[in-house]
C-alpha cells in the first residue's frame, strides 16, 4: 500500500486560497489519488481525483507532478465552512479495493 | 448527499451484547466496504462485499461480520462488544470495475459501548 504524509494541520483566514500537500513517494503505476473531506461525526465525502498533471472539479484543483511522488490539492477562496478534515489517499490494496486512511490535515479556517 | 444511508444514527450498548448495523448503497452500486473510525483518527477497513461475498478484509477478529444482500443492502454484525468498539461506523459504497478508487460514504453510526 503505497502511504501517505500530509501535515497534521493547517489555518486560514477566510477568502484565502489553501494548498495541502501529500507526499506518496511509493505510488505504483496504476495508483489513483484521492482526496475526501470529513467533517466532525459525518461520513468522508469525495472531493476530487486524479492520476496525473491536473485536475479541476467545481470544488478544488488537484495538481500532480510527472513524478507522481505528491499532489497538492487547492482550495479556492475558502469559508469557515470548509474547516474539516482532509484526507489524501493513494491507491487500493489488491481486489477490496480497499481505501487506507492516515489521519488526515485538519484544516481551520479563522474569520 | 450521496445516497448512502444507514441505520441508526446513535446506538449505546453494553459490554458482551451483540449490534447490527445497516447499511443501504447508493443506486447501481455493487459493492459496500464497511470501516471504523475511533476518535481522532482516520478511518479503518473492517470488509469489503461484492455481490453478497466478501472479497477483502482488515485486521478485524471474526467477531466483526456481514452480510450484503441481493439488492446490495449490507448489514454489519459485532458479537460480544468491547469497550474499543466504541467507535463511528461507516459503511461506503462503489461501482466495481468503474476504474477508479472511489467510494461514496453514509453519514455513519456512532456506536458506545458501556
Same mark, same amino acid.
Given at each position: 500500500l503505497a502511504k501517505t504524509t500530509q501535515p497534521i494541520s493547517m489555518d486560514s483566514y477566510e477568502g484565502q486560497e489553501v494548498n495541502i500537500t501529500c507526499s506518496h513517494n511509493n505510488i505504483a503505476t496504476n495508483d489513483y489519488i484521492t482526496w475526501y473531506q470529513q467533517f466532525p461525526s459525518q461520513g468522508p465525502r469525495f472531493i476530487i481525483q486524479g492520476y496525473k498533471t491536473k485536475v479541476t472539479n467545481e470544488v478544488a484543483s488537484l495538481f500532480i507532478p510527472a513524478d507522481r511522488k505528491s499532489s497538492t490539492l487547492s482550495l479556492p477562496r475558502v469559508s469557515l465552512s470548509d474547516t474539516a478534515v482532509y484526507y489524501c489517499l493513494v491507491g487500493f490494496s489488491g481486489s477490496a479495493r480497499q481505501l487506507t486512511f492516515g489521519s488526515g490535515t485538519q484544516l481551520t479556517v479563522l474569520p | 448527499e450521496t445516497g448512502v444511508t444507514q441505520s441508526p444514527t446513535h446506538l449505546i450498548k453494553t459490554r458482551? %451484547? %451483540?449490534? /447490527?448495523?445497516r447499511c443501504s448503497s447508493q443506486s447501481g452500486h455493487n459493492t459496500v466496504s464497511w470501516y471504523q473510525q475511533a476518535l481522532g %483518527? $482516520? &478511518? *479503518? @477497513?473492517? @470488509? *469489503?462485499?461484492?455481490?453478497?461475498?466478501?472479497?477483502?478484509?482488515?485486521?478485524?477478529? &471474526?467477531? @466483526?461480520? $456481514?452480510? %450484503?444482500? &441481493?439488492?446490495?443492502?449490507?448489514?454489519?454484525?459485532?458479537n460480544a462488544l468491547e469497550l474499543d468498539?466504541?467507535?463511528?461506523?461507516?459503511?461506503?459504497?462503489?461501482?466495481?470495475?468503474?476504474?477508479?478508487? /472511489? *467510494?461514496?460514504?453514509? &453519514?455513519? /453510526?456512532?456506536? /458506545?459501548?458501556?
Open positions: - | 458482551g %451484547q %451483540q449490534v /447490527t448495523l %483518527q $482516520g &478511518p *479503518q @477497513f473492517i @470488509f *469489503q462485499y461484492y455481490r453478497e461475498e466478501e472479497n477483502g478484509r482488515g485486521n478485524f477478529p &471474526p467477531r @466483526f461480520s $456481514g452480510l %450484503q444482500f &441481493p439488492n446490495y443492502s449490507s448489514e454489519l454484525n459485532v468498539d466504541s467507535a463511528l461506523y461507516l459503511c461506503a459504497s462503489r461501482l466495481a470495475g468503474d476504474g477508479t478508487d /472511489t *467510494q461514496y460514504f453514509g &453519514p455513519g /453510526t456512532r456506536l /458506545t459501548v458501556l
